[in-house]
């Protein structure tokens, strides 16, 4: 049972580098998400792609941050010019189109540190 | 605007003790609720899901919860908690572009 999958798992950075990040949803989903979780909060949402194109994204994704799924399969978050408030944990989850509920599958996220 | 408020932040109980925590919804439209568990080290994970039909549904690991529409409360229950349970509880709301988490209520088990 592959589930949806991120990597890395952690990354420390410097303030004012670049980090990318990659998610791998479940083959058959054709819906991803990304989301951020903070120390003692529950997840914030960030973004929304069905298939390739972006559909939705919240207001917490600054310009300094960019989702992308070109193929409609994995995506990648790139966040430029990183800034210590950007330390959290980035979650990814993927869900299949149709049907009720738009349940949500997440994978492990990445935790990012940024000193 | 889409919310979900959740009653407690920190709840300890001891083993065989009974569970209820609460949630409150704001939403307009068709309503998706949810509780997500994150258990120590581990990625969240669906407990249970209501969106028509049967307003007490059942989850995994013995856990029940009520949609209760005049009350705008979605409460997560259990009768017997165990060690195993100790976790994070999230109630969410969702549409199929984003769902909507309170912010958590982290559960002590106790022996």
């Known amino acids: 049972d592959t589930g949806v999958s991120q990597d890395p798992r952690h990354k420390i950075t410097k303030r004012g580098q670049n980090v990318t990040f990659r998610c791998d949803p479940i083959?058959?989903?054709?819906?991803l998400y990304w989301y951020r979780q903070t120390l003692g909060q529950g997840p914030e949402f960030l973004t929304y792609f069905q298939n390739e194109a972006q559909l939705e994204k919240s207001r917490l994704l600054s310009d300094r941050f960019s989702a992308e799924r070109p193929k409609g399969s994995f995506s990648t978050l790139e966040i430029q010019r990183t800034e210590q408030g950007d330390s959290a944990m980035y979650l990814c989850?993927?869900?299949?189109?149709?049907?009720?509920?738009?349940?949500?599958?997440f994978g492990p996220g990445t935790r990012l540190t940024v000193t | 605007a889409q919310s979900v408020s959740q009653h407690n932040h920190h709840v300890i109980l001891s083993e065989a003790a009974s569970l209820e925590l609460g949630c409150n919804y704001s939403?307009?439209?068709?309503?998706?609720l949810f509780w997500y568990v994150q258990y120590p080290g581990q990625h969240l994970q669906l407990l249970l899901k209501y969106f028509s039909g049967d307003p007490l549904v059942k989850g995994i690991k013995g856990f029940e919860a009520e949609f209760i529409k005049s009350k705008f409360s979605f409460n997560l229950r259990k009768p017997s908690v165990q060690w195993s349970d100790t976790a994070e509880y999230f109630c969410v709301g969702g549409t199929a572009s984003k769902l909507t988490f309170g912010t958590g209520t982290r559960l002590q088990v106790t022996l």
């Open positions: 939403y307009g439209g068709t309503v998706n």
């Open positions: 989850a993927s869900s299949p189109s149709g049907g009720g509920g738009y349940e949500q599958y």
């Open positions: 083959s058959e989903h054709n819906r």
